[in-house]
T-cell receptor, first 109, second 118 residues
Framework: LAKTTQPISMDSYEGQEVNITCSHN???????ITWYQQFPSQGPRFIIQ???TKVTNEVASLFIPADRKSSTLSLPRVSLSDTAVYYC??????????FGSGTKLNVKP | GAVVSQHPSRVICKSGTSVKIECRSL??????MFWYRQFPKQSLMLMAT?????????EQGVEKDKFLINHASLTLSTLTVTSAHPEDSSFYIC??????????????FGPGTRLLVL
């Protein structure tokens, strides 16, 4: 069973910042939080990963509150090419990824 | 770094035949690889964990005799769909767990293999 809950879909416009929140109420002490992006007929692509507080890389930021029961993926200034499904996963040692439904992000012009 | 490839990318076969799908880690060694299946408009479903040099472990409900997994080297895992039937038509995706210099330790996914059984 998936350990995470995300909104099924979100709409945005080009140039906007998009925040996708994931709930993981039963996250274990040693679990990491990982986000992937998937385009149709492609394998998921790693976006970002974190354990606590804030992580930032060249494509996104990940915000994790102190209780770690949720996390928020932030995509700055989205473009049409960011239209995809975004998955949040939690696991220890990246061994058992049970995918939830993901969030289908639709970026409009 | 951390690139995973799959071959073939697409395959069409007749019902009753067997199909082999290869998953390779191109620039790193992977003691553990994973196989997923994804039906249209659905999420990925973990099928099995492939361990180099040992038997694969299958998720509940996945028939080990139908989906044969061999992880013979640190860079190659294969999934053979035996006696394929139309209901096996799906998108099969592999991943490899990697700790690569300059990259994040996590699972890196292959591009997927589209299987169509006629």
């Amino acid at each position: 069973l998936a350990k995470t809950t995300q909104p099924i879909s979100m709409d945005s416009y080009e140039g906007q910042e998009v925040n996708i929140t994931c709930s993981h109420n039963n996250i274990a002490t040693n679990d990491y939080i990982t986000w992937y992006q998937q385009f149709p007929s492609q394998g998921p692509r790693f976006i970002i990963q974190g354990y606590k507080t804030k992580v930032t890389n060249e494509v996104a930021s990940l915000f994790i509150p102190a209780d770690r029961k949720s996390s928020t993926l932030s995509l700055p200034r989205v473009s049409l090419s960011d239209t995809a499904v975004y998955y949040c996963l939690v696991d220890l040692n990246f061994n058992k990824f049970y995918f939830g439904s993901g969030t289908k992000l639709n970026v409009k012009p | 770094g951390a690139v995973v490839s799959q071959h073939p990318s697409r395959v069409i076969c007749k019902s009753g035949t067997s199909v082999k799908i290869e998953c390779r880690s191109l620039d790193f060694q992977a003691t553990t690889m994973f196989w997923y299946r994804q039906f249209p408009k659905q999420s990925l479903m973990l099928m099995a964990t492939s361990n180099e040099g040992s038997k694969a472990t299958y998720e509940q409900g996945v028939e080990k005799d139908k989906f044969l997994i061999n992880h013979a080297s640190l860079t190659l895992s294969t999934l053979t769909v035996t006696s394929a039937h139309p209901e096996d038509s799906s998108f099969y995706i592999c991943s490899a767990r990697a700790l690569v210099a300059g990259a994040q330790e996590t699972q890196y996914f292959g591009p997927g293999t589209r299987l169509l059984v006629l």
